[in-house]
């Protein structure tokens, strides 16, 4: 089946510009998870969605960073007014959150964004 | 804060046993020990994970030391395709209850030479 998808694979942009960045989950789940990778980093949390309501955004680093998932399917994560040190891979996951035990996230590709 | 430790590289035969450590001494008793790998360009990629027992999938195999401190990935036969960037991942509770987030190390560069 389907995995996750996102879009669009890159983004150039201009410091002061607003970007968004759209995440398809796997059909049917009902967690969403999005993550910042820096180069020759590992992957950062930034916020995590179950439902339609985020119930973990913890890891977003300032109130320049948005997402929302207003049908609890697509998500999109909103940045405005970037900066060149957002320049990242971001990456966005899914889970079905069935049972604690066996919960595991599925990475889609990732948005490499380039702030110039 | 990454609560795993890993050597940021290592090299395998084509054909033999990979076996990747990782230190996670701060684990609690409920945190689950998850391993991924990302190969260039792609999104990590779930390999397998456990809490106690050692568990072992189509992939790879998970030992766990008693004590939780420290795990290891078992890759058995390792190929060139299984060359790629290993994570050891600790599981913890996120900011409101019920939720959980990955707590990404830097992760154990693997190659496999012909």
């Known amino acids: 089946g389907a995995g996750v998808s996102q879009t669009p694979s890159n983004k150039v942009t201009e410091k002061g510009k607003y970007v968004e960045l759209r995440c398809d989950p796997i059909s049917g789940h009902t967690a969403l998870y999005w993550y910042r990778q820096s180069l020759g980093q590992g992957p950062e949390f930034l916020i995590y969605f179950q439902g339609t309501g985020a119930a973990d955004d913890s890891g977003l680093p300032n109130d320049r960073f948005f997402a929302v998932r207003p049908e609890g399917s697509v998500s999109t994560l909103k940045i405005q007014r970037t900066e060149r040190g957002d320049s990242a891979v971001y990456l966005c996951?899914?889970?079905?959150?069935?049972?604690?035990?066996?919960?595991?996230?599925?990475f889609g590709p990732g948005t490499r964004l380039t702030v110039l | 804060d990454a609560k795993t430790t890993q050597p940021p590289s290592m090299d395998c035969a084509e054909g033999r046993a990979a076996n990747l450590p990782c230190n996670h001494s701060t684990i609690s008793g409920n945190e689950y020990v998850y391993w991924y790998r990302q190969i260039h360009s792609q999104g990590p990629q779930y390999i397998i994970h456990g809490l106690k027992n050692n568990e072992t999938n189509e992939m790879a195999s998970l030992i766990i030391t008693e004590d939780r401190k420290s795990s290891t990935l078992i890759l058995p036969h390792a190929t060139l395709r299984d060359t790629a960037v290993y994570y050891c991942?600790?599981?913890?509770?996120?900011?409101?209850?019920?939720?959980?987030?990955?707590?990404f190390g830097t992760g154990t560069r693997l190659k496999v030479l012909a």
């Open positions: 996951a899914s889970s079905l959150r069935l049972a604690i035990s066996t919960d595991t996230q599925y």
């Open positions: 991942i600790v599981r913890v509770a996120g900011s409101t209850s019920g939720t959980y987030k990955y707590i």
